[in-house]
């Protein structure tokens, strides 16, 4: 999918270029050759013109599977490693920067998140303290190790659903990692339908992200 003419994964890569922290992306793509082979072609005009080293793998059947295919192609065993969904395609240069700069705080697993406006009702009819909520974005980071470890175990049990999680933060947790929080932006929101495919579109037009 394509906003002002690029694809939002291009987007995404150079955002996270932008923010100084980055030294190696790998791109998850599902499995074919014909997506590995048409973003392939992408990559190699941002690694000429960003000399950093930016290459795409083959997925797995599971988001999890996925993450972790990406994570074990890293050339380099970097000590901190982001995760980041595409989708959030504006996430600022900054939303990287701050949360590495957390992980060389000292933290091992970090999300940034924003407040949720809209009033939450549970499906049994009680409303639920918004005051206490919070929206997670990505990039989310995490020590190399902790990461590793989250994906292993959940590979080991990647058939029990109440397992599941639907982030890395999740599988960070279920190792009993605890998560730090730091401040996300609006920017970083999930490109998952029209609509928001229409904001990013006019936030393109509008000169307010480029």
Request: aromatic content about 2%.
């Amino acid at each position: 999918m394509q906003v002002g003419g690029r694809a939002l994964v291009e987007h995404a890569i150079e955002r996270a270029l932008d923010s100084g922290v980055i030294e190696e992306i790998v791109v998850v793509v599902p499995p074919g050759p014909e997506f590995l082979s048409d973003l392939t072609t992408h990559l190699r005009v941002i690694m000429q013109s960003r000399h950093q080293l930016v290459r795409a793998v083959p997925g797995g059947p599971t988001r999890q599977a996925s993450v972790q295919r990406g994570l074990e192609a890293l050339a380099a065993r970097p000590d901190v490693v982001l995760v980041h969904d595409a989708a959030r395609c504006f996430a600022p240069p900054e939303m990287f920067a701050r949360v590495t700069a957390a992980i060389d705080g000292g933290v091992r697993a970090v999300v940034p998140v924003v407040p949720v406006t809209d009033t939450i009702r549970a499906v049994d009819g009680a409303n639920v303290d918004r005051s206490r909520l919070r929206a997670v974005q990505t990039p989310q980071g995490f020590t190399r190790d902790v990461l590793t470890l989250a994906h292993q175990n959940a590979a080991a049990h990647a058939d029990d659903e109440a397992l599941a999680a639907t982030d890395d933060a999740g599988l960070a947790e279920r190792v009993g990692e605890k998560v730090h929080l730091v401040d996300g932006d609006p920017l970083a929101f999930k490109v998952t339908s029209p609509l928001d495919l229409l904001l990013a579109e006019a936030l393109v037009d509008s000169g307010a992200v480029t």
